[in-house]
């Protein structure tokens, strides 16, 4: 599975943006995917992750009740809305995937990477 990340940018504290990530292979319905972020010099963190159904969700409590993952299997796309975004919020997001793991906020849980794509939110 090959990922590609796009809709980063720059907003102001308050504003919103959405991520997408657009995977090749035909088995993409069958992968949990998911985002991460990081911040230079820290540890990836985990920000959500949506099970190959769709019928579950899972958010970091950082993000929760800002954040919506959702995914459109016939696009092998999936989305993170972002909103009420905080300079915290500021970080490079990745686009994940894997076939299945028991420990979804974990970045060894995921074999399959995307190359990144930085948000940036000004105060």
């Known amino acids: 599975v090959q990922l590609q990340a796009s809709g980063g940018g720059l907003v102001q504290a308050g504003g919103s943006l959405r991520l997408s990530c657009e995977a090749s292979g035909r088995t993409f319905r069958s992968y949990d995917m998911g985002w991460f972020r990081q911040v230079p010099g820290k540890e990836r963190e985990f920000v959500a992750r949506i099970r190959w159904s769709g019928g579950s969700t899972l958010y970091a409590d950082s993000v929760k009740g800002r954040f919506t993952i959702s995914r459109d299997n016939a696009k092998n796309t999936v989305y993170l809305q972002m909103n009420s975004l905080k300079p915290e919020d500021t970080a490079v997001y990745y686009c994940?995937?894997?076939?299945?793991?028991?420990?979804?906020?974990?970045?060894?849980?995921?074999?399959?990477w995307g190359q990144g794509t930085l948000v940036t939110v000004s105060s």
């Open positions: 994940v995937a894997t076939s299945g793991t028991a420990l979804p906020t974990i970045t060894g849980a995921y074999p399959y």
